[in-house]
């Protein structure tokens, strides 16, 4: 797969303020394992190799257990999550898969007990910039790796 063309060079007075907007909301105060399981959840759910080897490679990096990453795809079942990750991964899967149906009362409900509002406008607001970063490594063929140097991941092992 190559990437089709290196989008950031080509607006990148509004994509560095994506970035710093995601930025900002991954360090929002919601705890740091969560920030990942969520952008590493729209991620896969999208399809977007890039950011699920970007993001695969950060929560290993801050001490993520690789197993919960191996369960993820399947957090539903999964005994390795808390009520509260589940609840965040509802709603991420809620606003990522968006309609009417995914995001009835009671899920929204399930996000509500665990969640201050102003948790859940930070978890929205992470959800949808990870969407969006995901619209242009995937419509893009964004090339998974390209950033590790950059972003010190060169070293993790997997």
Not at 9 to 22: E, G, I, R
Request: with cysteine; net charge neutral; proline share 4%.
């Amino acid at each position: 797969m190559t990437q089709r063309l290196n989008y950031s060079t080509h607006f990148p007075k509004a994509y560095n303020k994506l970035v710093a907007l995601d930025t900002l909301a991954g360090n929002s105060g919601l705890e740091n394992s969560l920030v990942h399981l969520i952008r590493l959840r729209a991620s896969q759910i999208n399809g977007c190799l890039l950011c699920i080897d970007l993001h695969t490679k950060q929560a290993i990096h801050d001490g993520e257990r690789p197993l919960r990453l191996h369960h993820l795809p399947a957090w539903q079942e999964s005994p390795l999550f808390s009520e509260k990750e589940k609840a965040a991964l509802l709603w991420t899967e809620a606003l990522t898969r968006l309609s009417p149906e995914t995001t009835k009362d009671e899920v929204y409900e399930s996000v509500k007990s665990h969640f201050s509002d102003t948790e859940i406008t930070k978890l929205t607001m992470l959800i949808a910039l990870i969407n969006a970063l995901n619209r242009f490594g995937v419509g893009f063929r964004a090339e998974p790796g390209s950033l590790d140097k950059i972003l010190g991941l060169d070293k993790v092992d997997l």
